[in-house]
């Protein structure tokens, strides 16, 4: 059965976001899921980057603009 964890990085600014969420996919397993929370605008284009290079799939990337809250839902690969 697949995990599904939420890692909040909100506030921090690059990469912070990205080491953070790699270091948290570490432990996971295949079909995982991690919801990560940013507020760094550059994280749009990082997050799409790091799934590209991992191989990793980014499922969702959604902005809510009334709160400035960037918000990535990535399945682990491995």
């Known amino acids: 059965m697949a995990e599904n964890r939420t890692l909040d990085t909100k506030g921090l600014n690059c990469p912070l976001p990205v080491l953070k969420a ?3 996919m570490r432990d ?3 079909g995982d899921i991690l919801t990560v929370l940013a ?3 550059a994280s749009y284009i990082d997050f799409r980057h790091f799934c590209d290079t991992t191989g990793h799939e980014l499922m969702e990337a959604r902005e809510d603009e009334a709160e400035g809250v ?3 839902v990535i399945r682990c690969k491995k």
Do not use: E, Q, V
Request: proline share 8%; aromatic share 16%.
């Open 28 to 30: 996971m397993k295949d």
């Open 70 to 72: 960037f918000t990535y």
């Open 22 to 24: 790699r270091r948290a």
């Open 39 to 41: 507020t760094d605008p």
